[in-house]
């Protein structure tokens, strides 16, 4: 079904309906291995790894297999660990990182990859940076006592650049 198709179904769905179909869906995303109700993390994470497994010269990237840190969402080959926030639509603010204190905290990654999803959950932007560029951009929410990136322009000419919905069509 395409996503016009989708839509013009959606559009003739009430309210109740609607909500309805979230459940669904929910439901059905948890049959296919989905395992929180943070579903922009969970995709966030599924799509770093298809397009850092797809991409000739990245690593391929793995779930870890066995307990591991809070924020260690991937692995590599190498044994490289991959923290992996995602945020929707024009939210640019990260979820926090658990475990992180302050420039002092021992490493707990090598890599951050930071993916930006647009309101239908695509691909709109996936950034990498190291555990140094993390620390020089992680800043403290003092309300909420932790750690978050906001996703700016200086960011971005900070991070290596692995997908970009608006270099991929230019």
Same mark, same amino acid.
């Given at each position: 079904?395409?996503?016009?198709?989708?839509d013009?179904?959606?559009?003739?769905?009430?309210?109740?309906?609607?909500?309805?179909?979230?459940?669904?869906?929910? +439901?059905?995303l948890?049959?296919?291995?989905?395992? +929180?109700?943070?579903?922009?993390?969970?995709?966030?994470?599924?799509?770093?790894?298809?397009?850092?497994?797809?991409?000739?010269?990245?690593?391929?990237?793995? &779930?870890?297999?066995?307990?591991?840190?809070?924020?260690?969402d991937?692995?590599?080959?190498?044994?490289?660990g991959?923290?992996?926030? =995602?945020?929707?639509?024009?939210?640019?603010?990260?979820?926090?990182?658990?475990?992180?204190? =302050?420039?002092?905290?021992?490493?707990?990654?090598?890599?951050?990859?930071?993916?930006?999803?647009?309101?239908?959950?695509?691909?709109?932007e996936?950034?990498?940076?190291?555990?140094?560029?993390?620390?020089?951009?992680?800043?403290?929410?003092? &309300?909420?006592?932790?750690?978050?990136?906001?996703?700016?322009?200086?960011? &971005?000419?900070?991070?290596?650049?692995?997908?970009?919905?608006?270099?991929?069509?230019?």
């Amino acid at each position: 079904m395409t996503k016009e198709e989708l839509d013009s179904f959606l559009t003739k769905c009430s309210y109740e309906d609607l909500w309805l179909l979230k459940g669904l869906c929910e +439901t059905k995303l948890v049959s296919f291995g989905v395992e +929180t109700n943070n579903f922009v993390g969970e995709r966030a994470v599924d799509l770093a790894k298809e397009v850092y497994t797809k991409t000739r010269g990245l690593p391929n990237l793995e &779930r870890p297999r066995w307990a591991t840190t809070k924020e260690v969402d991937l692995y590599s080959i190498n044994f490289e660990g991959y923290s992996v926030k =995602g945020v929707k639509g024009n939210n640019k603010v990260t979820s926090p990182f658990c475990g992180f204190e =302050g420039p002092e905290t021992p490493k707990l990654f090598d890599f951050v990859i930071l993916v930006r999803l647009n309101e239908l959950y695509e691909l709109e932007e996936m950034l990498e940076i190291d555990w140094d560029t993390f620390k020089a951009f992680a800043r403290r929410n003092a &309300r909420d006592k932790n750690y978050k990136l906001t996703l700016t322009n200086k960011l &971005r000419n900070s991070a290596k650049i692995i997908y970009s919905r608006t270099q991929q069509s230019s």
